[in-house]
């Protein structure tokens, strides 16, 4: 069975230009998360999707983020304009329909931002 | 606001020797708790999970003891070996929840 795919694996950007993130998901999972990483943290959730709709974007800084689930499977996220303190690493995640379904992670995009 | 903690971000152990591994929680609406580990340059990937029903989950070399009057959990490695050095994530869901909410994590080495 063939994991969660992301890429780039590795970005390096200026301040203030954008960058988007790509991200598909094991098939058949309803569900796809978008996590961010600081270097000494645990992943935060920054959205969740239900098939293609949004169920919780609440950490999602909605000014400079922005997320799309197409057709209910592969999944963009993009930031516009970067700021220095985006750098971090991206995990894409999904999981079967279930609430004790664990979730799939992806190798994860590390992005700088200079 | 973290809702999940993990007080130690590192621990060192001999080899064959036991890891125990410490995860707080201060959400009493956790109904399920999963442990991550995660190589450099890779993903976390699911390690072992327990629900809040039980006070106990073993499989193999891992065991995870709940203890939910203390909102405690904790990761038992037996015997360690080298190829468990990693960072272990704690994360827990809430009932019918699909969010799961992480600790910081703790950076196992484990010594020859």
């Known amino acids: 069975e063939a994991g969660v795919a992301q890429s780039p694996r590795y970005k390096i950007i200026e301040k203030r230009q954008s960058v988007a993130f790509w991200c598909n998901p094991i098939s058949g999972h309803a569900t796809l998360y978008w996590y961010q990483q600081i270097l000494g943290q645990g992943p935060k959730l920054l959205i969740q999707f239900q098939n293609n709709g949004v169920v919780d974007d609440s950490q999602l800084p909605k000014d400079r983020f922005s997320a799309e689930r197409l057709k209910g499977v592969d999944s963009t996220l993009k930031i516009q304009p970067a700021k220095l303190e985006d750098s971090a690493v991206y995990l894409c995640a999904s999981s079967p329909h279930g609430a004790a379904a664990e979730a799939f992670f992806g190798q994860g995009t590390r992005l700088t931002v200079v | 606001d973290q809702q999940v903690k993990q007080n130690s971000p590192s621990l060192s152990v001999q080899e064959g020797r036991i890891s125990i591994l410490n995860c707080d929680y201060t959400?009493?609406?956790?109904?399920?708790f999963l442990w991550y580990k995660k190589y450099p340059a890779e993903g976390p990937t699911f390690l072992i999970s327990?629900?809040?029903?039980?006070d106990k989950n073993e499989d193999g070399r891992f065991t995870v003891f709940l203890n939910k009057s203390a909102k405690h959990l904790s990761l038992h490695i037996v015997p360690s070996q080298p190829g468990d050095s990693a960072v272990y994530f704690c994360a827990a869901k809430g009932v019918n929840d699909y969010k799961l909410s992480f600790g910081a994590g703790t950076t196992v080495t484990v010594r020859a």
């Open positions: 959400n009493s609406m956790f109904d399920y």
């Open positions: 327990i629900s809040s029903i039980k």
